[in-house]
């Protein structure tokens, strides 16, 4: 605390201008900041206020001085020194109730700090890939399908010939599927599944089947010799190409969102007739062409169509009265679209930094 | 195209013009063609195909000419398997000259990926490509004793074909031989000693058709796949070897002149009969869900050369309800009426299909297995523990041998045709790829993990195998952490009955420790899973781990409750401490105590073992603490008095257990 005598003569000589004095409002904001930094105890706050605030202090020392100036610059100036005040007012307040309070409780015990973080439990997560199917099953269950599973260990009946895929056929090679026995192999697809439920069970049949698929593709970011997929199954009296339409669109707007647009593409499979291929309006670059989706805009998701009637002549359904539609999707695939993964082996890895990210 | 089957993968600018990439199904071998993605094109915009030109002259055998001759007299061809070739045809064309083909031609080939050679060579590659059909050229001169024979390949013969692979033939492959010896594997690849060369002045063009799993096997045995032999496999139209026969004379007259010799031999067994399809209209909107009248129909299959038989009233039924058609040759995928309905949607257009969802309304049902999955995992998830996903493919080492589920026929199942030997073998147990997944994550600073897997593991079985869903799990936590996650589990799935706690031993003291490690039973004797310290393995700190069959919690899982009415009256707990011999187990000391068989006890939990000062060497204290309720009334404390002494006095009798003097 300085000289106060000293200022206010000071005052009295030396401010008869107007310029003198702002010059001077603003050197006693510049001092009171470097002071308030040495306050480290209510006393000292107490000081502050009576230096600035006080009846005899630098505030209402300035006021005085108000009549002397020249009348058309009063206004102005009172107004600067009223500002001032209400600044160091509030500043003061702050102080007395900072070191106030914790002079009365640091008398008492320690502070309790509720800003320290809490200890948080380990929680985990599922796999990225059981939620895509939990998600998929969940919109599926809402249209009535019931989920089965099938083995993966197949026979050459289930996973070929019970799907019209002929013993010349090229995916039965050794290329395509990975082999156990003459005729024992592991699954490459999930089709296998409604061979065997239309087998045990006769129509209406509403089904999806998860699980897990082989075949022998060298792992790279976008192969993988084991992967997931999602079969769908739905036969009865008088369904149609178009139900099979609806049904997905209903699957694509849930799952990927209600602005997303649906294509069909004809194409070909064995076990279905008419085949079809089923792309999504890229999500990425809303259809305007991106690396993702080759810049055609659209993103192929999985493959469906009618069931096939020799496939219904395997299980002995009468393929006049009753049609149906199958659909198949990669987990996968589906799943590195949605969150923009881009590469296959990140699920297999299991790095936690990883999965903890979903 | 693409919205009618044949995906556009690329289009690339070339000079002036563009070459297209089309991806073609295999049922369409017909597009493996210009004419054919013409053809396609043509039905989807309505329009007509312009076909090549393929008039040319031949000499006149009439004239003098030492040129006008009867091919037939130039070289004689036998089919000695009909079923295998049931097409074969013959032209030769004279006194040509070998150079390099037309500019145009080597860019159009070039732009597909095919090397120009010669003009002869290049034309055969140029007609294939245009019209889907395979074609070779011979060297005439070159043919020994002037004779084509198309005979099965005998014992001890071989060729070497034009692209200098030797291969060994056997009796099953089919070869185009001459009086001597096999010139080529039948629609795979010519030989070498009798291919088009510079010298070459006449040669004999082959056109022909060979069955299709022929060629494949040949060229599977063989190891020889060539643009031929694709096509030979998907099946070429049984009508298109006149045409492209004729186009490649047609262009090989103009690009190398010579004179083409009269006519053509041409064997075939049996005729070619076109196929015949009904199509019901009613089932036609039926399967597609649409309500589209015959015109609309019978016009897309005119576009696509269906011939429609029933224009006019047959006079039988109403003719607006069917369309009989006659299938073009080229399209051997159709023969049925619902590849007929294929064939109208896909030139209707697939997106002009209604999205309808007229399905009926049903409830689906949540299997208990589902149930009980979902339970299991959402109770590890709440523990901490992050759902993981392994390979079901492992290796061979020893870790993965071991035979951790008890297994009858204790065979591994091994892959015929793996990629690596690192996967080779369906697992046997999961918890090798835990660990895994655990060292990885060690690798990139996270040490502590509490990780899980719910997948299969596969035991051999008497044709397919044994498919056993495990639930598996590795954590830094000690073993009684884990086992109580696993006691809360079998709680949580409101499983009550008494699981067993046997000491491990045997081959799995290879992954568990065996004193830490324990086999859990049922009371019924099932064999749950093993639970334990993992051994020493690449982790600094050995981790906790458990297996359990997943299929056997799911059976024994109760997922129904009832309401009980808690007790109104309060309980009375008493702890006790007794001193006992090391040798006791817990299991054992509970056995004891509900054997005393008092009223009342409703819980018997164990708090605390302690070995030390005041404790005799060889022996330990366990404390424990005894709940008292009875369900109509308070009770007294000399009753419990009673009951307590009547249990310390069975445990002091059977295991001299001494109360423990505070």
Redesign the interface.
């Given at each position: 605390m300085s000289n106060h005598e000293g200022t206010c003569l000071h005052f009295l000589y030396a401010f008869l201008d107007t310029h003198r004095m702002l010059e001077k409002l603003e050197e006693v904001k510049r001092n009171i900041q470097s002071e308030i930094n040495s306050i480290t105890a209510l006393k000292d706050a107490e000081q502050l206020k009576i230096k600035y605030l006080g009846r005899k202090g630098i505030i209402h020392d300035f006021m005085k001085l108000i009549p002397s100036l020249p009348a058309e610059q009063r206004a102005a100036i009172g107004q600067r020194i009223n500002s001032l005040k209400t600044e160091v007012t509030n500043i003061v307040e702050e102080l007395l109730k900072k070191f106030s309070v914790e002079a009365i409780s640091k008398a008492k015990h320690e502070i309790f700090d509720i800003t320290l973080p809490g200890k948080r439990p380990l929680v985990g997560k599922k796999h990225l890939i059981t939620q895509t199917i939990d998600d998929i099953k969940e919109v599926f269950a809402r249209l009535g399908f019931d989920v089965v599973y099938g083995p993966e260990v197949e026979s050459e009946y289930y996973n070929f010939e019970a799907l019209n895929i002929p013993a010349d056929h090229p995916s039965r090679t050794d290329f395509d599927t990975f082999y156990i026995k003459n005729d024992i192999l592991l699954r490459s697809q999930t089709s296998t599944v409604q061979i065997r439920v239309m087998e045990k069970q006769k129509p209406p049949i509403r089904i999806i089947a998860p699980g897990r698929v082989y075949r022998p593709d060298t792992v790279d970011a976008r192969h993988s010799f084991m992967f997931h997929q999602v079969e769908g199954l739905l036969v009865d009296e008088g369904v149609s190409f178009a139900d099979l339409r609806g049904v997905l669109n209903q699957f694509i707007k849930t799952y990927f969102g209600q602005d997303v647009q649906m294509r069909f593409r004809p194409s070909f499979f064995p076990f279905t007739e008419p085949s079809a291929e089923v792309d999504i309006s890229c999500s990425l670059c809303k259809g305007k062409g991106c690396s993702v989706c080759s810049y055609s805009g659209w993103v192929e998701i999985l493959g469906a169509g009618m069931v096939d009637p020799n496939v219904f002549k395997a299980v002995h359904y009468d393929a006049e009265k009753y049609t149906g539609f199958a659909f198949g999707m990669g987990v996968e695939r589906i799943t590195m679209l949605k969150y923009g993964i881009n590469d296959i082996r990140l699920f297999y890895e299991n790095d936690i930094r990883f999965l903890s990210q979903f | 195209m693409?919205?009618?089957?044949l995906?556009v993968a690329d289009i690339q600018p070339v000079e002036d013009d563009f070459c297209i990439d089309v991806e073609v199904?295999?049922?369409?071998p017909d597009c493996l063609g210009v004419i054919g993605i013409a053809r396609e094109v043509a039905a989807v915009v309505g329009a007509s195909v312009q076909f090549p030109e393929t008039n040319y002259i031949s000499a006149d055998p009439r004239s003098e000419s030492r040129t006008g001759i009867e091919v037939s007299k130039l070289i004689s061809v036998a089919v000695d398997e009909p079923i295998l070739c049931p097409h074969y045809t013959a032209r030769v064309v004279r006194h040509i000259t070998v150079k390099p083909s037309p500019e145009w031609m080597q860019k159009r080939l070039k732009c597909i990926g095919l090397r120009p050679v010669n003009n002869i060579v290049d034309i055969t590659n140029y007609v294939m490509m245009e019209t889907g059909q395979p074609l070779h050229a011979f060297d005439l001169d070159k043919l020994s004793d002037q004779k084509i024979i198309v005979r099965s390949a005998k014992s001890g013969e071989e060729i070497v074909t034009i692209n200098g692979a030797r291969r060994a033939l056997f009796h099953d492959m089919l070869v185009i031989a001459d009086g001597k010896r096999p010139v080529a594997i039948a629609g795979i690849m010519g030989g070498r000693e009798t291919e088009v060369s510079e010298s070459t002045r006449n040669i004999l063009l082959e056109c022909a058709q060979f069955e299709?799993?022929q060629v494949?096997?040949t060229s599977?045995a063989t190891g020889i796949a060539s643009d031929s032999s694709y096509r030979f496999?998907r099946g070429v139209d049984p009508e298109g070897v006149e045409l492209a026969s004729k186009r490649a004379v047609k262009l090989i007259k103009d690009f190398a002149e010579g004179e083409v010799a009269h006519g053509v031999i041409d064997i075939r067994s049996g005729k070619y009969e076109k196929k015949r399809i009904t199509l019901r209209i009613e089932r036609l909107n039926?399967?597609?869900?649409?309500e589209i009248k015959r015109t609309i129909a019978s016009d897309i299959l005119k576009r696509l050369q269906f011939n429609i038989l029933n224009e006019v009233e047959t006079g039988l039924k109403p003719v607006s309800t069917f369309i009989d058609v006659e299938v073009p040759s080229y399209r051997g995928d159709v023969y049925?009426e619902?590849?007929l309905?294929?064939e109208i949607?896909?030139i209707y257009g697939?997106?002009n299909?209604?999205?309808?969802?007229?399905?009926?309304?049903?409830?689906?049902?949540?299997?208990k297995y589902?149930i009980v999955e979902d339970s299991v995992?959402q109770f590890?998830?709440?523990?901490?523990?992050?759902?993981?996903?392994?390979?079901?493919?492992v290796d061979t080492s020893p870790l993965q041998s071991l035979n951790l589920w008890p297994d009858p026929n204790k065979g591994s199942?091994?892959?015929?045709?793996?990629?690596r030997q690192e996967?080779s073998r369906?697992r046997t147990h999961l918890l090798p790829s835990l660990l895994n997944?655990k060292t990885?994550?060690m690798h990139?600073g996270?040490n502590q993990?509490?990780?899980f897997e719910i997948?299969?593991v596969?035991l051999a079985g008497e044709?397919?195998?044994q498919?056993r869903t495990c639930i598996s799990a590795v954590a830094d936590i000690d073993f009684y952490d884990l086992k109580g996650i696993v006691e809360a589990m079998l709680s949580y799935l409101g499983i009550t009955r008494e699981c067993e706690w046997q000491v491990c031993g045997g081959e799995v003291s290879k992954l568990f420790q065996q004193e830490k490690s324990a086999k859990i039973y049922f009371d019924d004797g099932k064999f749950l899973g093993l639970l334990g310290k993992a051994m020493d393995l690449e982790c600094k700190i050995s981790p906790c781990m458990m297996e359990l069959n997943m299929d056997l919690l799911a059976e024994k899982s109760d997922l129904t409750r009832k309401f009980q009415a808690p007790s109104q009256y309060p309980p009375v707990f008493r702890d006790l401490a007794i001193i006992v011999n090391e040798a006791y187990t817990w299991s054992e000391i509970l056995r004891w105590i509900k054997s005393a068989n008092v009223n009342y006890l409703k819980e018997i939990n164990f708090f605390d073992v302690y070995r030390g000062k005041q404790i005799p060497s060889g022996k330990k204290s366990i404390a424990f603490n005894l709940c008292f309720q009875a369900p109509d009334r308070t009770l007294r404390n000399d009753e419990v008095d009673v009951a307590q002494q009547a249990i310390l006095d069975t445990l002091h009798k059977i295991i001299g257990a001494e109360l423990r003097k505070q």
């Open positions: - | 693409t919205n009618a089957g995906v199904t295999s049922n369409r299709p799993r494949r096997r599977k496999e039926k399967v597609l869900g649409l049925r619902i590849d309905i294929e949607a896909r697939y997106n299909i209604p999205t309808k969802t007229s399905i009926s309304v049903r409830g689906s049902v949540k299997s589902e995992r590890l998830i709440g523990m901490g523990f992050y759902e993981v996903k392994t390979y079901s493919i199942i091994d892959i015929k045709n793996p990629l996967e369906l997944a990885h994550n990139y996270i993990v509490k990780i997948a299969k596969y044709n397919l195998p498919e």
